[in-house]
């Protein structure tokens, strides 16, 4: 059938198989999920039993939504014993993630197939120190934005608080696999204060919506002034 993958077990029962259906999880975008239902197919006239069902390995995004286990196959008929939910964490195919099955007599290992797919946000630095400056002086300093996604990253909301801070563009696009640079401006109302802020962004990137950078700013240094007392 369309969508239905196969998968025969091997072991002690030869006429024994999964169904993966559909055959894989395909294209999942970043921050959503697609499941798949998994069915075993006892092709004997004798009842089966499976006694666990794993994702490997641990940690991977792939979560099994388990029947009730052991799970009894009576002969002939086929059963669904789990559904699978992917939730890729980052952009790309899904990598060295198999389906474990092991029953009474027989046991399986089979690949689960997908793609993460979407923009992916990474910040060159957590922090900036502008400065030193003075009232009326600009310190300038920059921030390397970085798509490590297989879809363009919008960045549409650029903004730097409080006032004596200032980001440059409002808004960026960023290719797959390219960078971008974002200048900051620290110019300070008054002096001999040390400033603090933060940058916030806001991109398409749904597993980090709004990050922020801290901003530092470092007040100028006078040279102190000597009097000569006669």
Partial sequence: ??????????????????????????????????????MALNRTT???????????????????????????????????????????????????????????????????????????LELGADTLILGPAGVGETALDSLRLY??????????????????FAATPASLVVPPGASRQLSVRFRPATSGTFAEGRLELTSDDPLALRPTVALRGLPATRAPVLQLVR
């Fill in 147 to 164: 798509n490590s996604g297989n879809d363009t990253l919008h960045l549409n909301g650029i903004s730097a608080t409080p006032a004596a």
């Fill in 1 to 38: 059938n369309a969508g239905v993958y196969t998968l025969p077990l091997v072991g002690a029962v030869s006429d024994v198989a999964l169904r993966l259906s559909p055959a894989e999880f395909g294209e999942v975008r970043l921050g959503r999920r697609q499941t798949l239902r998994v």
């Fill in 46 to 120: 004798s009842g089966l039993t499976i006694d666990s069902l794993v994702v490997l390995p641990a940690g991977a995004p792939v979560q099994v939504l388990a029947l009730p286990l052991p799970r009894e196959l009576p002969g002939r008929d086929p059963a669904e014993v789990a559904r699978l939910e992917f939730s890729p964490r980052d952009p790309g195919p899904l990598s060295g993630v198999t389906l474990r099955v092991v029953g009474r007599g027989f046991e399986r290992s089979a690949q689960l197939r997908g793609l993460g797919a979407g923009p992916r």
